[in-house]
């Protein structure tokens, strides 16, 4: 399929993380056959990724694989695709946030999708989840505006802003919006709190495990003691979730959490596992904004809480991410009633790319 002339491919930064868009098509129909080939173009197993299109870094090693969708709710299907960096391993088990700001635009320029009079909305199937997204942004004159004055933190400069709306994000993989039937667990001699807004992931407070939640990435990472304690409570965290092992996956995510600094409402660190996230991911930050929200969890307390209808400003290590999400209390336990975020995207190339030879 690739041979001398390559696979058509755009390659995009979407939100704070970058990464190759492909339609179905034009990838092997055999999982394992695609998936091969996908290692081959990012560069992967390598830690610099010297030979791909990779980044050397789990943000910059992402895959979208984009089809028109057979749903009648959705214009198209998203499945994302996670690779390793110096790890040879290619895993759907989780979604992405920040790749999905791409998704409307690549349907677009890939006429999947008819642009709109002035601006366009793409309903996406998030394949990962089975769950609904609406992307919305300008398409003047029939096409994608990438320019525009929003600026997000940890990436430079200003672009044109896509609002993405979730639908039905709460529980979407693990079937419960606190899958262990509660807000507050005990996991590994940790407060915790387990929780799924469309990103499966383990609340806990920084001071609990001795640090200030202020550490810069570089100082998380170089602590192998934090390492092992994080991964003791991620291995035990899984099960409480109803996840099972998940000592080959990327799922769930860990986040510290701290009082806020910087006039925001919560203060994060979040962990990909392994790597320290140099901001936080979209539905990262969502599925924060849903933990701090429920009374009795172990954010709730840290929180400087926004007014009823205003964005939540959850703070990362290169500034802040403003999300707009409402939980309400039930007789059963909390239900999400909104999630949505601004994000950008710019499309960086549009051409071939050249898988390398076979290892």
């Given at each position: ?25 034009d990838l092997p129909a055999d999982h394992e056959e695609r998936d091969d080939l996908l290692l081959r173009i990012m560069g992967t197993p390598d830690p610099r990724q010297i030979d791909g299109l990779g980044g050397a870094h789990p943000l910059t090693s992402k895959v979208a694989v984009i089809s028109p969708s057979p749903d009648d709710g959705a214009d198209v299907d998203y499945l994302f695709l996670q690779l390793g960096v110096d790890s040879a391993f290619v895993t759907d088990r989780q979604n992405c946030g920040n790749i999905l700001a ?258």
């Open positions: 399929m690739a041979g001398v002339e390559g696979i058509p491919c755009l390659y995009m930064r979407g939100g704070t993380s970058k990464g190759a868009f492909f339609l179905a098509a791409g998704v409307g635009p690549f349907a677009v320029e890939r006429g999947l999708v008819p642009p709109g009079n002035g601006h366009t909305d793409v309903r996406i199937r998030m394949v990962n989840t089975d769950s609904l997204a609406t992307a919305t942004f300008a398409t003047p004159d029939g096409q994608v505006d990438y320019d525009g004055d929003l600026e997000i933190d940890g990436v430079p400069g200003t672009a044109g802003a896509i609002r993405l709306n979730f639908e039905g994000t709460a529980g979407s993989s693990t079937g419960a919006l606190f899958p262990s039937g509660s807000v507050l667990d005990r996991v590994a001699g940790v407060d915790a709190t387990c929780v799924d807004n469309g990103m499966p992931t383990v609340l806990m407070r920084a001071a609990d495990l001795g640090l200030t939640g202020g550490e810069s990435p570089e100082e998380l990472e170089a602590d192998d003691d934090l390492a092992d304690r994080l991964r003791a409570i991620r291995l035990e965290a899984a099960k409480v979730m109803g996840m099972g092992d998940v000592s080959d996956a990327t799922v769930p995510k860990l986040v510290l959490l701290a009082q806020p600094s910087a006039g925001g409402a919560i203060a994060t660190r979040s962990f990909l596992p392994v790597r320290v996230h140099t901001s936080i991911g979209v539905l990262g930050a969502l599925t924060v904004g849903a933990g701090v929200l429920a009374e009795g969890s172990v954010g709730h307390g840290l929180a400087a809480l926004p007014s009823r209808g205003d964005p939540l400003r959850i703070e990362h290590p290169t500034g802040h991410f403003d999300v707009d999400i409402a939980v309400e209390s039930t007789p059963d336990g909390f239900t999400v009633t909104k999630s949505a975020a601004l994000r950008t995207a710019r499309k960086i190339f549009d051409g071939r790319v050249f898988p390398r030879p076979r290892l």
